[in-house]
T-cell receptor, first 111, second 114 residues
Framework: KQEVTQIPAALSVPEGENLVLNCSFT??????LQWFRQDPGKGLTSLLL?????REQTSGRLNASLDKSSGRSTLYIAASQPGDSATYLC??????????FGTGTRLTIIP | NAGVTQTPKFRILKIGQSMTLQCTQD?????MYWYRQDPGMGLKLIYY???????DKGEVPNGYNVSRSTTEDFPLRLELAAPSQTSVYFC?????????????FGPGTRLTVT
């Protein structure tokens, strides 16, 4: 079964630190991978989309990497801010099927 | 652009009642999706559509129906509400491109069935 795992489920980091969120998936034959942010009681906001042919994508203080051979993606957040506090979801499109979502990492930035 | 809009934001239903969750997008996307999100779980795909007049089942379609008469609208129908359908429902849309499409989500509908 194709699965997406995000560990840890929750993470607290002091403001200003750089941090890495992890996403692992069970099948290396992915089509693309998308990172989302979800604020409490809100919908999902797309942060970065990595195509299967790409190794990384960057947007501002965010950098997402993709290593298909090891079944892993990371989301790097530089110089964290309290406004970065949210749940971060990883979603993988296996083959050309629909998105499979991880259960997310709840990030808290401590001022 | 408003993006993806959903109504209502909240709803409480009694067991056995019916309702329709509305979803509209103004980005002219061909693909639209309905997901449900339960506490501590990832999003599960209920139904999706690749264009007007075309719908298909996702991972958890039982108890739901959809229609896609226009590009913009993709309503989700619950015919006989059950407590197991208590969840947060998200609608999303995307436009297929080479290498994969980026999905855009609505704000969600929080549904409680009692």
């Amino acid at each position: 079964k194709q699965e997406v795992t995000q560990i840890p489920a929750a993470l607290s980091v002091p403001e200003g630190e750089n941090l890495v969120l992890n996403c692992s998936f069970t099948d290396s034959a992915i089509y693309n991978l998308q990172w989302f942010r979800q604020d409490p009681g809100k919908g999902l906001t797309s942060l970065l989309l990595i195509q299967s042919s790409q190794r990384e994508q960057t947007s501002g203080r965010l950098n997402a990497s993709l290593d298909k051979s090891s079944g892993r993606s990371t989301l790097y957040i530089a110089a964290s801010q309290p406004g970065d506090s949210a749940t971060y979801l990883c979603a993988v499109r296996f083959g050309n099927e629909k998105l499979t979502f991880g259960t997310g990492t709840r990030l808290t930035i401590i001022p | 652009n408003a993006g993806v809009t959903q109504t209502p934001k909240f709803r409480i239903l009694k067991i056995g009642q019916s309702m329709t969750l509305q979803c509209t997008q103004d980005m002219n996307h061909n693909y639209m999706y309905w997901y449900r999100q339960d506490p501590g779980m990832g999003l599960k795909l209920i139904y999706y559509s690749v264009g007007a007049g075309i719908t298909d089942k996702g991972e958890v379609p039982n108890g739901y129906n959809v229609s896609r008469s226009t590009t913009e609208d993709f309503p989700l129908r619950l015919e006989l509400a059950a407590p197991s359908q208590t969840s947060v429902y998200f609608c999303a849309s995307s436009q297929p491109i080479a290498g994969g499409d980026e999905q855009y989500f609505g704000p969600g509908t929080r549904l409680t069935v009692t």
